[in-house]
């Protein structure tokens, strides 16, 4: 897609947009609602399907910090949590 992204266990959970302006990652509907909330001149949904599945833009001028050390760290967990769910299914198919 022309764009960095972060990875664990093979499941992106970031992205920095090529313009160096803008993020996203992958939250948990509930803690997209939450940052949304707390931040709204910096947190907003994707567009589409992709915003009702957690993916959240981020405006990285406005950020602080801490929202965005908080935002990376969920999505990071909570792309390692579903990594080690379909590993340990693939293990029982076998």
Not at 32 to 37: D, L, S, T
Not at 59 to 87: N, Y
Request: no cysteine; charged share 25%; glycine share 10%.
């Amino acid at each position: 897609m022309n764009h960095p992204d972060f990875r664990v266990g093979g499941r992106i959970f970031a992205t920095l947009k090529s313009d160096g302006k803008t993020g996203a990652v992958k939250l948990s509907p509930e803690e997209q609602g939450r940052f949304v909330a707390d931040y709204p001149a910096v947190f907003a949904p994707e567009s589409g399907a992709w915003g009702l599945q957690g993916w959240t833009r981020i405006q990285l001028s406005p950020a602080e910090e801490e929202s965005i050390g908080e935002a990376l760290t969920l999505a990071w967990q909570g792309a390692l949590k579903t990594s080690t769910r379909v590993r340990a299914r693939r293990k029982k198919s076998r």
